[in-house]
């Protein structure tokens, strides 16, 4: 028996939707030599995560055996599976595999964070295949809702194994590869030891649409507005961008492009290839001389991103545009949950400006780019795998997904972060749990989920903060009154007094009959300091708040 063995390990995205990174590995139980698929990221949120800018998946377990690691490969371009490619780029020390357009995007990250362009190899689609280790990988186009989105076909000495990466079964994306049952059926004729596979959509219980569908009801649309029409969706689904620019110029509209991400990803496209005839568009500086009724934006921000376009032009102006009453605003897009308050945000700012807003809740609008559960269930058919284990979900997602795996005679095994399956032979099993979680970018340092950064941010959100500072001489006695400084904290508390008085005085109480060995020991001194402030608080506002207590020692 050979006492060598074939791994599979998620560290982020399964058992959440975001920071997706996978590893595969191959050889002796901790000698592994490893691969990664995706590195991706999350984004914050001000109850969760107050200030961060970004969140990874922990990569400690990999950065610790970064000698072991062959490559890391990308299936495509969105941020929650590419975002963290520079980031962790001197962590892992590993070449960066990707097909054209999402090299595009990965070398442009890297250049932002001064890593070489030959950090990043463009490997071609099936069947170009990339040797690493014990490892041959090849990218079998999928379509998703940017192009080039890849599907990972992973041979090791244990058989075939198929990374799903994001998809959806569509026959005309418009932009981008189809998908190609025969191809599929092709590279798995021969037998495929596991699928790994996307469940986001696991509930939506009817076949997805495609891409082309929608182009005549968006064009009915805007034919049909009176006044200026904006429309948002996703920057990297340039397909989309182009049936919305393409409704524009069939209803005599000039386009405007607005927004970073929108102009980058179009670019994108433009460079590698993947687009060849989008709509000429106008400048945004140039759009101020043609009549409203004949303008089309094209802007970010469909998730109610505060700094985005939508967000800027509901607020009032951008980049010299504004919305006026009888304008018409479009969401080509879903809200992913919890953006919603920030796109309900937008919505109520238009409608106090006058303009009409339509989404996605009539289905005219948008197609998902992921497979709802007959997808599923077909991709699987056709690829016939000994094993399902699904990821991109949430558990509940992950774990119906098993569930209609083994209603169809598939074996299904549910693999959140951290648990480590061995899928040597005919039965897989959990090898082991390895410990994940959260990196914060915050700013431009890297923060454990651990550290209590993010922790003291949110209770200071929550209770507001006290500094207290008191001086003390040289043969430690108090040398005036201590003072405080409030920051989110009422004014006044019950006793009418102002709270920074109330407080002060019962400080100066305190330390006025503290005894010698007290006013000696700065622990004893400052846990009696911090006492008495958050039971003042407590008496007057009925909040304990962050303490910080500074003991200046004369000597």
């Known amino acids: 028996m050979s006492n060598e063995r074939l791994i599979y390990l998620p560290l982020g995205g399964a058992g959440e939707i975001g920071m997706n990174a996978y590893v595969y590995g191959y050889g002796r139980p901790g000698k592994e030599r490893l691969i990664v698929v995706d590195i991706g990221v999350a984004f914050p949120d001000m109850d969760t995560s107050p200030g961060v800018d970004l969140i990874l998946a922990d990569i400690s377990w990999l950065v610790e055996r970064r000698d072991q690691i062959e490559a890391v490969f990308i299936t495509h371009a969105h941020e929650d599976h590419i975002g963290a490619v520079a980031h962790t780029y001197v962590q892992l020390k590993a070449p960066v595999f990707a097909r054209t357009f999402t090299a595009n995007i990965a070398r442009r990250k890297m250049e932002e964070h001064g ?3 030959d950090a990043v190899t463009v490997v071609s689609a099936w069947p170009e295949k990339v040797t690493a280790g014990p490892f041959t990988v090849g990218f079998l186009p999928m379509s998703h809702s940017i192009p080039e989105s890849s599907s990972m076909v992973i041979d090791s000495p244990e058989g075939r194994v198929i990374h799903s990466g994001d998809f959806k079964l569509d026959e005309t994306p418009l932009v981008g590869e189809p998908f190609d049952p025969d191809l599929w059926a092709e590279v798995s004729k021969d037998g495929v030891k596991a699928l790994i596979c996307d469940s986001t959509n696991v509930f939506s219980p ?5 891409e082309a569908t929608l182009g005549p009801d968006i064009t009915n649309l805007v034919q049909g507005a009176k006044g200026m029409v904006v429309a948002t969706t996703f920057a ?3 397909a989309r961008v182009k049936t919305l620019a393409e409704a524009g110029v069939r209803a005599g509209r000039s386009i405007v492009l607005m927004g970073r991400a929108m102009k980058r990803m179009i670019e994108a496209a433009v460079e590698t290839g993947v687009l060849t005839d989008f709509p000429s568009t106008v400048p945004p500086e140039d759009a101020k001389s043609i009549p409203r009724e004949n303008l089309m934006l094209l802007v970010t921000g469909s998730q109610g991103e505060r700094r985005a376009a939508s967000a800027q032009l509901a607020r009032g102006k951008y980049q010299g545009m504004e919305m006026k009453e009888g304008d018409l605003f479009l969401f080509s897009s879903k809200t992913i949950p919890g953006n919603e308050k920030g796109v309900i945000r937008i919505i109520n700012a238009f409608s106090e400006q006058g303009v009409d807003v339509v989404d996605d809740s009539t289905g005219l609008y948008h197609v998902s780019g992921h497979a709802n559960r007959p997808d599923l269930e077909r991709l699987t058919a056709i690829v016939k795998p000994q094993v399902l284990i699904p990821m991109h979900g949430e558990h509940r997602h992950l774990r119906e997904h098993v569930k209609i795996a083994k209603g169809n005679g598939v074996t299904g095994v549910l693999a959140v972060n951290g648990m480590m399956v061995d899928l040597s032979g005919n039965q897989p099993t959990i090898a082991d749990y390895i410990e994940t979680g959260r990196t914060y970018i915050d700013g431009t ?19 507001g903060h006290v500094v207290v500072t008191v001086i003390l001489d040289d043969e430690d006695e108090p040398l005036g009154e201590p003072w405080c400084e409030l920051k989110g904290l009422p004014e006044t508390g019950t006793s009418r007094a102002a709270l920074v008085d109330v407080m002060e005085a019962d400080l100066g109480q305190w330390l006025a009959r503290a005894g010698a060995k007290t006013l000696r020991d700065d622990d004893k001194l400052h846990d009696g300091l911090k006492k008495v402030v958050r039971q003042t608080a407590l008496e007057e506002i009925g909040r304990k708040p962050e303490v910080t207590i500074v003991v200046s020692r004369l000597s």
């Open 445 to 463: 340092v890297q923060i454990g989920a651990m550290d209590g950064v993010v922790r003291d941010r949110i209770r200071m959100a929550l209770n």
């Open 236 to 238: 990297s689904n340039v």
């Open 115 to 117: 890593h070489p362009d």
């Open 206 to 210: 009817n076949p997805g649409r495609s």
